[in-house]
C-alpha cells in the first residue's frame, strides 16, 4: 500500500501486519471498466483526490500531507480499491467507505481500534461504484506515467483556463507517454 | 448623506472619471481622500478602511448596542452572495471578507473576488451592482495553499480597490460597478495568489502575496492608483549579497524559494511614514535544514518607507523556522506607558510588542495553552530562549521540533497557530488587547527536500506535511497592554477562525460551527449568541445607517480548515458552504 507514507514506524509494522490479512469480500468491487467510468472517475478523482495527490496524482507535500505518487505506484486495480475504501490507518490517507471500521472489513479493524484518530474518514463518503471508477481513471491515466505535461493537463482541466500554462513548451511533445 | 443625493454625487463622480480619460483622479463630495483615509478613526458611523483604521485596531466608538442591551440583538436582515464554486483543488469558495461602509453602503467581497455594493438604507439590504472579475478558477485555485479566499476593498476616492485570487488590482467605480482598470501585480504561474485586502496609503494600493508553500520569493508591492504603474516592488527574501542574504546559509540558492509572503493586510503610521506589515514562512515549511541560517525577512514583521517600499527596520520571531509558524498576521498600533509599539499575536502562539519607531523589542507572552517548541522567550531580546547563533539548523526544544531525525511529531500550537490571519481587536480605553485564538496542537511529517529535484513550479514545496488526530478548540485570550499580562482567557468549543470587533465595552467573535457572540470586554463572559446556521470565518464589523446601529458579518466557512485541518475538529463536517451577509441590530 503505497498511497500515502507512513508516519510512524510502529504503525508502519502493523500496517504491514494487517496488509497480511485478505482483503474482505465486501471491498472487492468487480466493475467492469468502461469508458464511461474512467470518466467518471476522473471527475471523481478531481473532487475527492487532487487536493493531496494533485490533478496528475503526483503527490508531494502539502498541507494535505505527503501524498504518495499514483504515477508511481505499484498497486494494481484491487489494492487500489481497498486503499481508498479503507484508507490507510497511521498516514493522512482517509477511508472513504462510510462503514469502513464497522464490521472489521478493513484489515480486520474496528473503529475502538482506530478510535485514536490513526484512522482517518474523508470528509465526503464514496459508493463502491465511485470507487472502482477512481481506481480505474488511475489505472488509465495515471499509474506509470512520467513527467506530468500540457497534453495531460488540458485532458483534465480542459483549455478554458490558463492552469496549463507552465506545460506550454511542451504542446509539441503530444499525447502522453507510458 | 441621504441615499439620492449619494447617487447624484456618484453620477458627478462618473461623469468626471470619463472626463479624464479614466485615468485621472475622480472626484467629488464622496471621495475617499488620504485625509479622509488618515482620520478613519473618527468616522464613527463608517468602516473605510480594511482594519478600520490605519492602526488596525477594529475598535468601533459606536455604544447604541452595549453591554446593557446586547442581549436584545437580532437579525436585521440577510443577503445570499455568490463565490461558492470550486476550482482547481477546492471544491468550494468561502466568506473571510470584513466589508466596507460608507453612509449606509456596504461594500463586499466572496471568495473568487466578487465585490458587491448594498444599500442598507431604510432597515433592508439592497443588491445596487456586482462586479464579477471573472477569476481564473483552476489556475489560482489550483495553487491556493489554504481557500478560495478574499478578505475585503479598498477605497480610494470614488473607486473601490480589490484583488482577485489570479493576482490581479482591479479598480471599479464606486457608482456604476464597472470595472475602470486592472493590473496583473502576482503570477499564479509561479506559484504566487493574492487573498488579503489592498492597503491604500497617500495614492497608492499595497498588495502582499501568497505561495510561501510552492517556493515563491515572498513581495509587499505598491501601485499608483493614478497612473496605474508599479511604484515599488520590496522583496522579503533578499537576493545574493543584499542586507539579509547572509542569513541563508546553503549552498543550492535557497533563498529563491525561501518563501516569506505577505499575504494579510498590514498597518499604517502616519507620523513616522511607516507601513507595518508581516511576513510569512520559509520554505520548504518543515526542512529548516533545507535552507541553515535565520532566513531574514521570514517570520519577521518589517517596518518600511511608504514612499520607497525601503525596510527600515525588522523584528523576527522564529528564525530557521521548522514549524510554519508564520508572521503574517497584521499590527496593532497602540500607544501606552509613552511607548508606540506595534502589536503582533504570532502562529508561534506569543503575543509580541515592539517599538514601532525602530523594531525593538519590549514585551512577548504565550497566549496559547499548550506551548512546546520552546522553554520560552528571552525577556530582553524576544529570542526563543533555545535559539543558538551559532547553529545555522535551529531545533528549539528538540524532542518537539520536527527535523530529518524527527520525522514524526506533534507541535503545540499547531501549524495553523496560536492565531493566524483572523484579525484581533484592540480597546483603548481598557488597553485590552483581544486576540483569536486556535488552541492546538498537532503532527508533522517532515520530509526530506532535495536540491535541484524537489521544487517544481507550482507544485507544493513544503518538506512534509500536517495531520491532524488530536482534537483543537479555541478562545478570546486578553493581554493587558500596558503589563504585557493575561487578562482574561474565554475558552471556545472551536478555533477561532473569524476574527474580532471591539466596541467600548464589548468583544463580537464568530464560530466555525456558525454560532456568534458578544462578550462582555472586561470579564469576557458572553452576553450574546445566535447560530447563523453556517461556518464563520470572517471577522465582524460595525456601522450606522439611518442613525442607528448595526452588526455585520459575513457568513460561509473559508480557508484551508474543512479541507486540510477538520480532523480536528471531525462534527464540523456537518457544516455545509455557505455564502451569506448577516446583519444585526436591536
Redesign the interface.
Known amino acids: 500500500m503505497h498511497f500515502a ?1 507512513p ?2 514506524g510502529r504503525t508502519s509494522l502493523a500496517l504491514g501486519f494487517f496488509l497480511a490479512l485478505s482483503i474482505s469480500e465486501g471491498l472487492v468491487v468487480r466493475a467492469q471498466t468502461a469508458p464511461s467510468d474512467v470518466a467518471a472517475g476522473q471527475k471523481l478523482f478531481r ?1 475527492n483526490c ?2 493531496c495527490h ?2 496528475h496524482g ?1 503527490g ?7 501524498a504518495l505518487s499514483l504515477r508511481k505506484t505499484k498497486l494494481d486495480r484491487a489494492a487500489i480499491i481497498e486503499t481508498i475504501g479503507c484508507g490507510r490507518p497511521g ?2 490517507m ?1 477511508y472513504h467507505l462510510r462503514d469502513a471500521y464497522e464490521n472489521g472489513a478493513c484489515y480486520g479493524l474496528k473503529e475502538n481500534d482506530v478510535a ?3 484512522a ?2 474523508a ?1 465526503n463518503f464514496l459508493r463502491p461504484t465511485e470507487i472502482a471508477a477512481i481506481a480505474d481513471y488511475v489505472i488509465a491515466n495515471v499509474k506509470g506515467r512520467g513527467e506530468p505535461n500540457y497534453a495531460e493537463c488540458v485532458a483534465f ?1 480542459g483549455t ?4 496549463c ?2 506545460y506550454g513548451d511542451q504542446r509539441t511533445a503530444g499525447a502522453a507517454t507510458k | 448623506m441621504d441615499r439620492n443625493r449619494s447617487r447624484l454625487f456618484g453620477g458627478c463622480a462618473l461623469g468626471l472619471v470619463l472626463a479624464l480619460g479614466l485615468m485621472g483622479k475622480p472626484a467629488g463630495a464622496q471621495d475617499v481622500t488620504d485625509q479622509r483615509l488618515l482620520n478613519a478613526d473618527q468616522e464613527e458611523g463608517n468602516w473605510i478602511l480594511h482594519h478600520k483604521d490605519y492602526s488596525a485596531q477594529r475598535f468601533s466608538t459606536l455604544n447604541q448596542i452595549n453591554a446593557g442591551n446586547v442581549k436584545d440583538l437580532r437579525v436585521a436582515w440577510t443577503l445570499q452572495l455568490g463565490g461558492v464554486e470550486g476550482g ?4 468550494h469558495g468561502g466568506l473571510e471578507g470584513t466589508p466596507l461602509a460608507e453612509n449606509g453602503f456596504l461594500y463586499v467581497t466572496d471568495g473568487w473576488g466578487s465585490l458587491y455594493k448594498i444599500d442598507t438604507h431604510g432597515g433592508q439590504g439592497v443588491l445596487m451592482w456586482k462586479m464579477d472579475p471573472k477569476t ?4 489560482a485555485g ?1 495553487i491556493a ?2 481557500g478560495v479566499d478574499n478578505r475585503g476593498a479598498a477605497f480610494w476616492h470614488n473607486l473601490v480597490v480589490t484583488h482577485t485570487l489570479d493576482g490581479r488590482l482591479i479598480a471599479t467605480d464606486k457608482e456604476t460597478g464597472k470595472i475602470l482598470w486592472q493590473r496583473q501585480v502576482a503570477n ?2 509561479k506559484g504566487e495568489v493574492v487573498t488579503g485586502a489592498p492597503l491604500v496609503v497617500h495614492d497608492m494600493a499595497i498588495t502582499g502575496v501568497a505561495g510561501a ?1 510552492y517556493g515563491i520569493r515572498g513581495w509587499i508591492a505598491a501601485t499608483d492608483l493614478n497612473t496605474h504603474q508599479e511604484l515599488w516592488r520590496t522583496y522579503t527574501i533578499p537576493a545574493k549579497g543584499e542586507p539579509g542574504s547572509e542569513t541563508w546559509k546553503d549552498d543550492h540558492d535557497a533563498l529563491a524559494t525561501g518563501g516569506g509572503s505577505t499575504w494579510v493586510t498590514g498597518s499604517y503610521d502616519p507620523a513616522t511614514d511607516t507601513i507595518v506589515w508581516g511576513v510569512g514562512n520559509p520554505g ?2 518543515w526542512d529548516n535544514a533545507y535552507r541553515p541560517g535565520d532566513n531574514l525577512y521570514t517570520d519577521s514583521t518589517l517596518g518600511l518607507d511608504a514612499k520607497t517600499g525601503q525596510i527600515k527596520w525588522h523584528f523576527q520571531h522564529t528564525p530557521n523556522d521548522p514549524f510554519d509558524y508564520d508572521s503574517v498576521a497584521e499590527n496593532v498600533l497602540v500607544d501606552v506607558n509613552g511607548q508606540k509599539l506595534a502589536l503582533e499575536a504570532d502562529r508561534n502562539g506569543v503575543g509580541y510588542a515592539v517599538d514601532r519607531t525602530n523594531g525593538k523589542f519590549v514585551w512577548a507572552l504565550p497566549f496559547v495553552k499548550q506551548f512546546t517548541w520552546t522553554k520560552g522567550i528571552d525577556p530582553t531580546t524576544g529570542r526563543p530562549v533555545d535559539y543558538d547563533p551559532s547553529k545555522g539548523v535551529q531545533t528549539y526544544v528538540a524532542s518537539v521540533t520536527p527535523s530529518r531525525t524527527n520525522k ?1 511529531t506533534t507541535i503545540c500550537p499547531g501549524n495553523m497557530g496560536g492565531k493566524n490571519w483572523p484579525p484581533t481587536a484592540y480597546n483603548p480605553t481598557l488597553h485590552l488587547w483581544y486576540i483569536p485564538v486556535i488552541e492546538s496542537c498537532n ?1 508533522i ?1 517532515v ?1 526530506e527536500t532535495i536540491p535541484g529535484k ?1 521544487f517544481k ?11 491532524d ?2 482534537r483543537i478548540t479555541g478562545s478570546v485570550t486578553a493581554i493587558d497592554v500596558t503589563t504585557g499580562k493575561m487578562a482574561g482567557k474565554a475558552e471556545t468549543p472551536y478555533p477561532m477562525l473569524g476574527g474580532l470587533l471591539a466596541t467600548p465595552d464589548l468583544v463580537f467573535a464568530g464560530q466555525p460551527d456558525g454560532k456568534v457572540m458578544a462578550l462582555d470586554a472586561k470579564s469576557l463572559a458572553t452576553l450574546w449568541e445566535f447560530n447563523t446556521g453556517g461556518g464563520v470565518s470572517a471577522p465582524p464589523m460595525t456601522f450606522t445607517v439611518d442613525g442607528k446601529q448595526y452588526i455585520a458579518l459575513l457568513v460561509g466557512q473559508g480557508g ?1 480548515w ?3 485541518f ?2 480536528s475538529t ?1 462534527d464540523l ?1 456537518r457544516i455545509a458552504p455557505g455564502s451569506t451577509l448577516y446583519v444585526f441590530r436591536l
Open positions: 507514507k508516519l510512524a473532487a487532487a487536493g494533485k490533478w503526483g508531494g507535500g502539502g498541507y494535505g500531507g505527503d498516514t493522512g482517509p485514536n484518530g490513526m482517518l474518514a470528509n482541466f478554458g483556463s490558463r492552469v500554462n507552465i | 482547481g483543488i477546492w471544491s481564473d478558477h483552476d489556475w489550483a495553499c489554504c499564479p504561474d508553500e520548504p515549511d514524526v503532527r511529517t520530509e524537489s513550479p507550482r507544485e507544493g514545496f513544503t518538506g512534509g506535511g500536517p495531520s488526530p488530536i484551508a474543512d479541507k486540510w477538520i480532523d471531525p463536517k
